[in-house]
């Protein structure tokens, strides 16, 4: 059973389109987040939510809006897609937002056309 | 959250330790030192942390001097399987924020 599972693994759509990526976890932790990984490798965190409240929103555009409608899901849906959001979107949680290690989906790779 | 240098890449025989130095002489008090890795295409997977004592788990070893500026991984018998990036990251002991640096990339050859 996959612990942090991502949907879909794949995602390729035209510039200015609306689309959302979805996770879900079965650890029953409090914690989730959304890393963005770009062309260059770098991740970087772009939410949090714990217990289904936003607790980390690193300056990310607000095109990108997470909704966590349960504390075993945080999805992720993205407005007006632009060329610069073609990334690997992953998906994370932890048993509570300090001090936890992070388990990690698999990932989602935008590609923007 | 202080900051970490680790070099770009390193290489390993399989079957061999691999050694996987970071440097934080910036590190406070109350900071951690994670480590990470990356394996190609697939999300980071934790691997351990540790505060001042030296830690062993089943993946790896982690030894932190004793003044706490710098540490090193270890993985003790090193297999193709083990080829990834390697991140290491200090993080507070009450941040929410795991931050990733531009990590080490292991090759292990045959």
């Known amino acids: 059973d996959t612990a942090v599972s991502q949907t879909p693994k794949y995602l390729v759509t035209q510039m200015g389109n609306d689309k959302s990526i979805k996770c879900e976890q079965n650890?029953?932790?409090?914690?989730m987040y959304w890393y963005k990984q770009d062309s260059k490798k770098f991740l970087k965190i772009m939410f949090s939510?714990?217990?289904?409240?936003?607790?980390i929103n690193e300056t990310v555009p607000n095109r990108f809006s997470p909704k966590s409608p349960d504390k075993a899901h945080l999805n992720l849906h993205i407005n007006s897609l632009e060329l610069g959001d073609s990334a690997v979107y992953f998906c994370?949680?932890?048993?509570?937002?300090?001090?936890?290690?992070?388990?990690f989906g698999s990932g989602t790779q935008l590609s923007v056309l | 959250d202080a900051k970490t240098t680790q070099p770009p890449s390193m290489d390993c025989a399989e079957g061999r330790a691999a050694n996987l130095p970071c440097n934080h002489s910036?590190?406070?008090?109350?900071?951690?030192v994670y480590w990470y890795r990356q394996i190609h295409s697939q999300g980071p997977q934790y691997i351990i942390h540790?505060?001042?004592n030296n830690e062993t788990n089943e993946m790896a070893s982690l030894i932190i001097t004793e003044d706490r500026k710098s540490s090193t991984l270890i993985l003790p018998h090193a297999t193709l399987r083990d080829t990834a990036v390697y991140y290491c990251?200090?993080?507070?002991?009450?941040?929410?924020?795991?931050?990733f640096g531009t990590g080490t990339r292991l090759q292990v050859f045959p």
């Open positions: 994370a949680s932890s048993r509570q937002a300090t001090n936890e290690k992070l388990f």
């Open positions: 939510y714990n217990n289904k409240e936003l607790i």
């Open positions: 650890l029953g932790h409090d914690t």
């Open positions: 990251i200090v993080r507070g002991y009450n941040t929410d924020k795991l931050i």
């Open positions: 910036t590190i406070s008090g109350n900071e951690y």
């Open positions: 540790g505060l001042k």
